[in-house]
């Protein structure tokens, strides 16, 4: 099982499902506006928008990443 | 290894989902961004090319007696040079960069929406305030110029 495997709960029918949060932290969608390039950073709080593969419903999932320590 | 732990979960809110659109309708539409990106270069390009054979055309006839006024010319130069920089301004409003976001990551896309306005807001102040000066200095330079007219 990958480590970036997270236990989601939909917030609305209950169902739970592991989703591969590093699948949706690959860029994947080109915008051509004007920012700063490469600005946009990653924090230690990630927000994911993850639909439920039972209802449907969009969840807004906010994950925090800490640091395991080893011994 | 970092440990994730969720700590938050809700459904999506009505911003959230037109954010979430919004960035959805912006990836589609990058073709015709980048196209009228160039038109606007175009427009400017054929434009000042025009002004520029205007200003050697002007050069070889017997230039007005009030372009012989240093404050008209220096008035002149400082519309231009305002002129140009509001110019400039627009551009940084309007021309485009290439940004990478994941779809699934709202506050990728959240921050990516903060830093376009921030942008976008700042370089428009620099175009108006300079366009302001540079309406300022035409209009001294035409009142002048129809004042000393014989």
């Not at chain 2, 700590?7 to 809110?13: A, Q, R, S």
């Given at each position: 099982?990958?480590?970036?495997?997270?236990?989601?709960?939909?917030?609305?029918?209950?169902?739970?499902?592991?989703?591969?949060?590093?699948?949706?932290?690959?860029?994947?969608?080109?915008?051509?506006?004007?920012?700063?390039?490469?600005?946009?950073?990653?924090?230690?709080?990630?927000?994911?928008?993850?639909?439920?593969?039972?209802?449907?419903?969009?969840?807004?999932?906010?994950?925090?990443?800490?640091?395991?320590?080893?011994? | 290894?970092?440990?994730?732990?969720?700590?938050?979960?809700?459904?999506?809110?009505?911003?959230?989902?037109?954010?979430?659109?919004?960035?959805?309708?912006?990836?589609?539409?990058?073709?015709?961004?980048?196209?009228?990106?160039?038109?606007?270069?175009?427009?400017?390009?054929?434009?000042?090319?025009g002004v520029l054979f205007g200003v050697l055309a002007v050069k070889e006839d017997p230039l007005p007696?009030?372009?012989?006024?240093?404050?008209?010319?220096?008035?002149?130069?400082?519309?231009?040079?305002?002129?140009?920089?509001?110019?400039?301004?627009?551009?940084?409003?309007?021309?485009?960069?290439?940004?990478?976001?994941?779809?699934?990551?709202?506050?990728?896309?959240?921050?990516?929406?903060?830093?376009?306005?921030?942008?976008?807001?700042?370089?428009?102040?620099?175009?108006?305030?300079?366009?302001?000066?540079?309406?300022?200095?035409?209009?001294?330079?035409?009142?002048?110029?129809?004042?000393?007219?014989?």
């Amino acid at each position: 099982m990958s480590n970036h495997l997270t236990e989601i709960a939909c917030s609305r029918c209950g169902h739970t499902w592991y989703e591969d949060l590093a699948r949706l932290d690959k860029a994947d969608q080109d915008i051509y506006k004007n920012i700063y390039k490469g600005k946009v950073h990653n924090g230690r709080e990630k927000t994911y928008r993850v639909p439920c593969p039972e209802c449907g419903t969009n969840n807004v999932v906010t994950v925090r990443f800490e640091e395991q320590k080893d011994g | 290894m970092a440990e994730a732990q969720v700590v938050d979960i809700h459904e999506e809110t009505p911003r959230e989902r037109a954010l979430h659109e919004w960035f959805e309708k912006q990836a589609l539409a990058s073709p015709d961004t980048l196209e009228a990106a160039a038109r606007t270069i175009l427009g400017l390009v054929t434009g000042l090319l025009g002004v520029l054979f205007g200003v050697l055309a002007v050069k070889e006839d017997p230039l007005p007696s009030y372009f012989r006024l240093p404050v008209v010319r220096w008035l002149g130069v400082g519309t231009v040079a305002a002129l140009l920089v509001a110019l400039v301004g627009t551009l940084g409003v309007v021309l485009p960069r290439r940004i990478q976001i994941a779809s699934a990551r709202l506050d990728q896309q959240a921050e990516a929406f903060q830093k376009l306005m921030s942008r976008k807001s700042r370089w428009l102040s620099v175009a108006v305030i300079a366009f302001g000066l540079g309406l300022l200095a035409l209009g001294a330079v035409l009142i002048i110029a129809l004042l000393t007219a014989v």
